[in-house]
């Protein structure tokens, strides 16, 4: 199995040096070659497996360069029950909301309470192999931009893992307060932890000038080291998403939610596109899906594009409740436009370059016609993301995070204008002590206490869901890091925190 780059087919690579680099030296996102197959057989089959046995079956038909015991490796030390709290890292819930069956994959059980831990928790051990692999005997120093909960996840993914240092930027104010408490206080001594002020976007921009300046590799290279990435562009994160979606349709068929072959729904709650084209890579592998519903916040970039075929961030951008998906440029769809043009390279470039120079692109016939085929795209606003959070509590005695809620909804909407009853998954991406002020808010409880762990006790106390034990354990702990910078300066930042500069 080979990687291509989404702007330059021609660039083939091994999955080690897909891992290691993170992203191509022309800008471009590896993609696989071709999508291996998921026999019927081979899908019935995982029925009876453990989670870790379906990961390892499903990582090897992509990681063919690594032998089955360092797959086996990598798989055992991530998903531990002490990590996970259960042998299943990803279990389901379903709950009835206004009538209809949902069933809520529960993917925040790691230690960081968002569904990034199912990628950040393997992604080192895939990143140490490969850089035994195609390294060199260099460093790997994994630069990220957060909204939030990717840094923190990644940090803990990556504290002391021998060869690499760890650098995360998130936007000063655009992050929850547990959030950057979890952030600013992580332990290790290869990490680094820094604000900027601007938003996502621009430290994702910034974080991806960097990444591809050359005269930056250069003075890097001469000190031994390299970049990589955690983010989602990185093919060893969107792997060990490919998993929990043929997982969680394989729970659905035991569980007698659906017979095995009949197809589903995915509901997922976007921003970066990473978690929702995991799911559709996962039907190009033959798992059957019927549609993906594909929930933004109000910044509904993805809704108009699916709607309309044009991609414009030239918009407002807001900040919400769901910050993990206040997201304007959604990196992954290059990903899913690489593979719907028929892995046209020169015209994934086209819409890539025109983004970039002007903002917007509108899709060829072709591809518009296969998303609407396969996609729904819809958007809950601030108030319909509260009153879900509210009515599905009072429905169900279920709590339910600020990102989540935005899918329930969305979903809701969509089963209610189309009257498709597929029996449905969506993606529930984080713990809501996680966002603890704005779910209390939600629920409209009387008085907000002042500080974010008073909240999360009176959360509590109110619901009696349990506290996720990582959050618990912040209270009293004092931040390590508080630094500030311009998006400017970020390079900067890079060098002195590696050393490199004074
Ligand atoms: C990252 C994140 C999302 C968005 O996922 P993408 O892969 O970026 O689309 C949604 N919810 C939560 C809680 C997240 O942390």
Known sequence: ??????????????????????????????????????????????????????????????????????????????????????????????????????????????????????????LPHFLTKSLKKVGGGKDAVILVATSGDTGKAALEGFRDVEHTKIIVFYPV?????????????????????????????????????????????????????????????????????????????????????????????????????????????????????????????????????????????NRDFYTTVSPSMDILVSSNLERLLYTLSGNNDAETKGYMDALKSEGRYEVSDSIKTKIQALFWGGYADENSTRATIHDLFEQQNYLCDTHTAVAVSVCDAYIRETGDNTPVVIASTASPYKFSKAVLGALNRGEMPESEFDMVDRLHEITGAEVPAPLASLKGKTARFGDVTDKEDMQGVVLRALGIEA
């Open 173 to 313: 104010d655009g992050v929850s307060a547990m959030q950057k408490h979890q952030m600013n206080t992580q332990q290790g001594d290869n990490v680094y932890v820094c604000a900027i002020r601007g938003n996502f976007d621009d430290a994702q921009t910034a974080v991806k000038r960097i990444f591809t300046d050359p005269a930056t590799a250069q003075i890097l290279d001469e000190h031994n080291m390299m970049f990589s990435s955690a983010n989602s562009i990185n093919w060893g994160r969107l792997l060990p998403q490919i998993v929990y979606y043929i997982s969680a349709y394989c729970d659905m068929v035991n569980m007698g939610k659906t017979a095995l072959g009949e197809k589903i729904n995915i509901t997922v709650p976007t921003g970066n596109f990473g978690n929702i084209l995991a799911a559709y890579y996962a039907y190009e592998m033959g798992l059957p899906v019927n549609r993906f519903i594909c929930a933004s916040n109000s910044n509904n970039v993805l809704t108009d594009f699916i709607r309309t075929g044009v991609y414009n961030k």
């Open 1 to 122: 199995m080979y990687y291509n780059s989404t702007q330059d087919k021609s660039k083939s690579v091994a999955s080690a040096q897909a891992i290691a680099q993170g992203i191509s030296q022309d800008g471009g996102l590896f993609v696989p070659e071709s999508f291996p197959q998921l026999t019927a057989d081979e899908l019935k089959g995982m029925l009876k497996m453990s989670y870790r046995d379906r990961a390892k079956l499903i990582i090897s038909k992509y990681l063919t360069d690594f032998t089955q015991e360092e797959i086996a490796d990598c798989v055992d030390s991530a998903y531990t029950v002490e990590k996970f709290g259960s042998a299943n890292p990803a279990p389901l819930a379903p709950v009835s909301y206004n009538g209809a069956e949902l069933n809520l994959l529960e993917l925040w059980h790691g230690p960081t309470c968002a569904f990034k831990d199912m990628a950040l928790q393997i």
